[in-house]
T-cell receptor
Framework: SQQGEEDPQALSIQEGENATMNCSYK?????LQWYRQNSGRGLVHLIL?????REKHSGRLRVTLDTSKKSSSLLITASRAADTASYFC???????????FGKGTLLTVNP | GAVVSQHPSRVICKSGTSVKIECRSL??????MFWYRQFPKKSLMLMAT?????????EQGVEKDKFLINHASLTLSTLTVTSAHPEDSSFYIC??????????FGSGTRLTVV
């Protein structure tokens, strides 16, 4: 499959805990991006990490990229109930920077 | 920030009819737009890439005669589902690539074919 693979497929945690989601891929990338999607809604861009970067932070979000292992992780610290959503990684590839999405992780943060 | 406005958000149509979905870039020019389809609780599958002023590039397995894409201007791309059938019911989302290699997405269209 050309898709990335996220794990876990579903994650349920308590408010205040950290949530870690992983993404693996098979082909080379220009960049890797993480998105959030609330049920039945469009996607919200969270972070873009380029292939020559190893780590990026944005507020409570931390993304790492290991191109040798072809994997990335998204860490959400001090989670809140409002973080409940599906999270997708997407690989940017090719001259058109086409995005290929992984299967997603459904995160549930319980109050 | 860059916004893509997608309409309609929901549409119900009868089998055999055609439905047009529009995506407009509101405050920037979108040379390239992407159209995705998403089944319930599934990932987004890229259907096609549309470039302003040229023919769309369809992904393998996507019928170009069924899913007509037009990108006639730098601010508007449309997807027309022709002769819709119940199996075409899905969530369709457009996105535009930004200059900084980020992307902005429309809010999606829930299509139900009855």
């Amino acid at each position: 499959s050309q898709q990335g693979e996220e794990d876990p497929q579903a994650l349920s945690i308590q408010e205040g805990e950290n949530a870690t989601m992983n993404c693996s891929y098979k082909t080379s990338i220009n960049n890797l991006q993480w998105y959030r999607q609330n049920s039945g809604r469009g996607l919200v861009h969270l972070i873009l990490i380029r292939s020559n970067e190893r780590e990026k932070h944005s507020g409570r979000l931390r993304v790492t990229l290991d191109t040798s292992k072809k994997s990335s992780s998204l860490l959400i610290t001090a989670s809140r109930a409002a973080d409940t959503a599906s999270y997708f990684c997407a690989r940017g590839t090719g001259s058109n920077y086409k995005l290929t999405f992984g299967k997603g992780t459904l995160l549930t943060v319980n109050p | 920030g860059a916004v893509v406005s997608q309409h309609p958000s929901r549409v119900i149509c009868k089998s055999g009819t055609s439905v047009k979905i529009e995506c407009r870039s509101l405050d920037f020019q979108a040379t390239t737009m992407f159209w995705y389809r998403q089944f319930p609780k599934k990932s987004l599958m890229l259907m096609a890439t549309s470039n302003e002023g040229s023919k769309a590039t369809y992904e393998q397995g996507v019928e170009k005669d069924k899913f007509l894409i037009n990108h006639a201007s730098l601010t508007l791309s449309t997807l027309t589902v022709t002769s819709a059938h119940p199996e075409d019911s899905s969530f369709y989302i457009c996105s535009a690539r930004l200059a900084n290699y980020g992307y902005t997405f429309g809010s999606g269209t829930r299509l139900t074919v009855v």
